[in-house]
Structure formats: structure tokens, C-alpha cells
């Protein structure tokens, strides 16, 4: 499994309602490194950009308010399968639907407060990175504990 890099953003209802030190530690529990991390309150274009492909649906404007109302968290994390595996930790987009364990399914109740959002792709990793983040906010480490996460 290659090293990848995904993009991951704790959204407003997550940053006001607390979950942001319960969430950080679920991925660095997980064994995930983190490269990146700012808190900000994005603008509109940004978050218009971001969620560029929901531009026709019909959530998109609450959805660009929302995101833009208040402090984000975002993140930048690394690790072998990092991008899928990120998406299984958030669970699924509904958080009714998401299983018990994931973050969604245990932190929230409503697909537009679902708290959380993590790169789907590849592609979309690389994207969601480069909108959000300088190349220079990004930090290549080797964790002390390295060989004790993975052979
Ligand atoms: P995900 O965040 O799981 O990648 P998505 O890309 O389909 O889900 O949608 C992006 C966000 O848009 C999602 O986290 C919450 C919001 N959203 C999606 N579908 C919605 C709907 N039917 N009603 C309200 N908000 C919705
Ligand atoms: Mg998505």
C-alpha cells in the first residue's frame, strides 16, 4: 500500500461543538501522521472551489454558508492507504446510515452537520491539499516511534 497524503477538514459544528481534540486523536491513534494543520475561517470562494463538483445540487448554497460561517480545522494526514482508510474512520455522508465506531456514526445525527469532511480520491487528495494549503505549511517528519507502527 502506497504513502499518500488526503486532505481532511473538521467542519463548524465540529470545531463549536468540541470534537476537535477527540477527533485529532482518533487518526493519531490510528497511526496516521499528521503534515498539516490550521484552524481558519474560510471564505466563500474557497469553499465554493472545494465543493466545486455539488455546485448543482440543491444543498449547495447552505452547504457553502455553513462551511463558511465559522472555524474550520483543517488537516493535512499521511500514511500508507491513508485516503481510503480516512474515509472509513468518518463513516458514511448520513450520519444515521454511518456505522457505530466511525466518527459520523458516533459523533453526529444530521447529513448537514456531519461534522467532518475527508478527500474521496486520489485526485481529489491532491486538489483539496493544494486549495487549502501553502506547499511551505507542510511539514515531512518521521515520527519517533516510527518502526513501531509499521515494519
Ligand atoms: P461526503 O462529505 O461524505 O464526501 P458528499 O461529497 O456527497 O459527502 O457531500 C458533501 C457534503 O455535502 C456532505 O458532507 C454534506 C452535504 N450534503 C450532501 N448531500 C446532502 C443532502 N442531500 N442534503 C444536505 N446536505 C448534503
Ligand atoms: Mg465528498
Do not use: C
Request: charged residues 25%; hydrophobic residues 40%; without cysteine.
Amino acid at each position: 500500500m502506497a504513502t499518500e497524503r488526503t486532505f481532511i477538514a473538521i467542519k463548524p459544528d465540529g470545531v463549536q461543538r468540541g470534537l476537535v481534540g477527540e477527533i485529532l486523536g482518533r487518526f493519531e491513534r490510528k497511526g496516521f501522521k499528521l503534515v498539516g494543520l490550521k484552524q481558519l475561517t474560510p471564505s466563500r470562494s474557497l469553499v465554493e472551489e472545494h465543493y466545486g463538483v455539488h455546485r448543482e445540487r440543491p444543498f449547495f448554497a447552505g452547504l457553502v454558508d455553513f462551511l463558511s460561517s465559522g472555524p474550520v480545522v483543517a488537516m493535512v494526514w499521511e500514511g500508507d492507504g491513508v485516503i481510503a482508510s480516512a474515509r472509513k474512520l468518518i463513516g458514511a455522508t448520513k450520519p444515521l446510515e454511518a456505522e457505530p465506531g466511525t466518527i459520523r456514526g458516533d459523533l453526529a445525527v444530521n447529513i448537514g452537520r456531519n461534522v467532518i469532511h475527508g478527500s474521496d480520491a486520489a485526485e481529489t487528495a491532491e486538489f483539496e491539499i493544494g486549495l487549502w494549503f501553502q506547499a511551505a505549511e507542510l511539514s515531512s517528519w518521521t515520527p519517533a516511534d516510527q518502526g513501531w507502527r509499521t515494519e
